[in-house]
């Protein structure tokens, strides 16, 4: 861990990343000690910032390559040649060897090369912070690609993973970090990462996105062979397609762009409300445009190492607020979020509502080139800070790809409407789900399951009857005795009562000479306190 500590810290100041800090903007104290701080007799060398920081994420592995992935793909909140730089972490990233990679696969295969392929190509199609890409072919003469763990990055990853959980249980000591809970988002990417080691995981996932998008117009996702396929090494179906961030070869074959950001958007909306399973690595690295029907763009995706869900009710929480959201209803908003728990139910709703306004009133009815949602969801993080709004660890990864989905559109058609565009899928959505259609659709789901339990209903109601009449037997003698309990105390408080009378009157008659010649010599106040104090002492 203190090794690992020493190396971010040499790696930061050795591309000198202090100097992508926006000083102005820190506090003076912070400010006087960067200016002060021996960083500064480190040379800033002739490369770029941008050019820096990706070196640096290279430099420092995987989590930090994923960090820059999301980042690269939010152009409005970075300057343009710090993004382009952060854009070849998608795909750029330095490979290992091919001899290695030759090794591994007939490791994991547990067969030479030539017997599992007619061709391997040493030389790697791409290069990814947790795996690289080789091309191949099968003895039926099927192209396919050869997706391989990279050798020793789980041992990195654990010890960036046992700093961030360092890093976020310090966060938890400070009150406005705490609720953002810093633990339990670590520890969900921590889940989702880890499960990218796992090629096995992946081709599940890509299993299912592909059945869930069977002969759609909107998704091809390439076939997996299971045969080829183990827990380092996945062998699938090789794409030829344009990948999405390369705009110039996209306008060359004629792509319509604003159908395909269209699609882009109805593509995010059915894999989260009706499959209720998304993808959510959407950076443009893992996006391709099928070559085919440039005018009806496909879509294609690969790496499906990370994909999330949610419940049924966070689900219906989401579409309704963002249904919510569209039609301005703030209150509703802010409702929902109390009646979810993600905000405290002390809250009132018509200041949260007032608050929420605030932020989004100018934003809405806009072309996404005039929507930052960088900037909204700043300006939502200040305004949860005065209602205690806690961050949902399992939307987190809906967050990203939300982010994602942004970024892409914008760099496919800037004036996309986002909200016209998702607003009509939601309101069906909702209808569907709401209306007779769903619930015929969940009476035919659940129709099994009751057909199985309704011969039990008869010996089910008679042991739930059962288990009633025990329980109020049990209270009936558990009241029983904690009356006698009740009886026994007051039976020992009288006889103590008695016994400390007796032993006052034992007491007095006793003394009682020297009593008689000290009352006589007393004045009538006197005794009468004292009378009073015999009787309470008694009374006691």
């Keep these: 861990m203190g090794l690992r500590l020493l190396r971010i810290i040499w790696v930061i100041t ?76 998608q795909d750029q990233v330095p490979p290992f060897p091919g001899e290695e990679a030759k090794a591994l696969v007939e490791a994991e295969l547990r067969m030479p090369l030539d017997v599992a392929f007619a061709h391997f190509e040493p030389e790697s199609l791409a290069s990814a912070s947790i795996a690289q890409v080789h091309a191949a072919r099968l003895h039926s003469g099927e192209d396919v690609v050869v997706k391989i763990i990279r ?35 670590v520890r969900d990417y921590e889940a989702t990462l880890f499960d990218e080691l796992d090629l096995h995981k992946e081709a599940a996932n890509t299993s299912q996105l592909k059945r869930n998008f069977k002969d759609s117009p909107l998704l091809h996702v390439p076939t997996v062979h299971w045969s080829h396929t183990r827990r380092r090494v996945m062998v699938q179906e090789r794409i030829h397609g344009i990948p999405v ?36 690595d ?52 802010a409702a929902l979020h109390i009646e979810s728990g993600w905000v405290g139910e002390d809250t009132r709703a018509n200041e949260f509502a007032a608050a929420i306004r ?43 790809t939300l982010l994602n989905i942004e970024g892409l559109g914008r760099q496919l058609y800037p004036d996309l409407d986002l909200w016209s565009t998702a607003k009509p899928y939601l309101e069906r959505w909702m209808h569907e789900r709401a209306g007779a259609v769903g619930l ?19 010996s089910v109601a008679h042991q739930a009857l059962s288990r009633i009449e025990h329980e109020h037997r049990q209270r009936r003698r558990q009241a029983q005795a904690l009356g006698g309990i009740q009886q026994q105390l007051g039976e020992s408080r009288r006889s103590g009562r008695r016994l400390r009378l007796g032993l006052l009157l034992a007491g ?28 309470l002492l008694a009374w006691q």
């Design 151 to 185: 050798p020793a990055i789980d041992r990195v990853m654990r010890q960036d993973m046992a700093l961030m959980y360092r890093v976020a249980g310090l966060l938890t000591l400070l009150p406005e970090a705490r609720r953002l809970r810093p633990v339990e988002v």
């Design 358 to 400: 605030t932020v989004c009133e100018p934003i809405l009815e806009k072309p996404l080139k005039d929507i930052s949602f960088g900037q909204v969801l700043l300006g939502l993080f200040q305004t949860a800070r005065r209602f205690n709004m806690e961050v949902q660890p399992q939307l987190v990864l809906l967050q990203k």
């Design 14 to 89: 050795r591309y000198r990343l202090d100097t992508l800090l926006p000083l102005q903007r820190l506090p003076w104290w912070l400010r006087l000690a960067f200016l002060l701080s021996p960083l500064r007799l480190v040379p800033v060398g002739r490369r770029t910032g941008g050019e820096r920081l990706r070196l640096a994420l290279e430099s420092l592995g995987p989590i930090f390559v994923k960090f820059g992935q999301l980042l690269s793909t939010r152009r409005d909140l970075l300057p343009e040649e710090v993004a382009d730089e952060l854009r070849r972490l």
């Design 508 to 535: 007095v008659a006793l003394a009682w000479q020297p009593l008689t010649d000290w009352a006589a010599s007393q004045p009538w106040p006197v005794l009468l306190l004292a009378g009073l104090g015999l009787v």
């Design 282 to 333: 959407m950076h443009p690295g893992n996006i391709f445009v099928a070559r085919e029907h440039p005018h009806d763009p496909q879509y294609i995706a690969i790496d499906c190492g990370i994909v999330g869900s949610l419940t049924r009710e966070d689900q219906d929480y989401l579409a309704r607020n963002l249904l919510a959201f569209f039609r301005q209803d703030y209150y509703e908003v």
């Design 245 to 280: 961030a390369d705009i110039a070869a996209l306008r060359a074959q004629g792509t319509d762009l604003k159908r395909l950001a269209e699609r882009g958007v109805e593509i995010f909306f059915t894999q989260v409300f009706r499959d209720n399973f998304f993808h959510a």
């Design 440 to 458: 015929w659709e969940s009476l035919k789901r659940q129709a099994p399951e009751l057909s199985r339990q309704l011969p039990e209903l008869p």
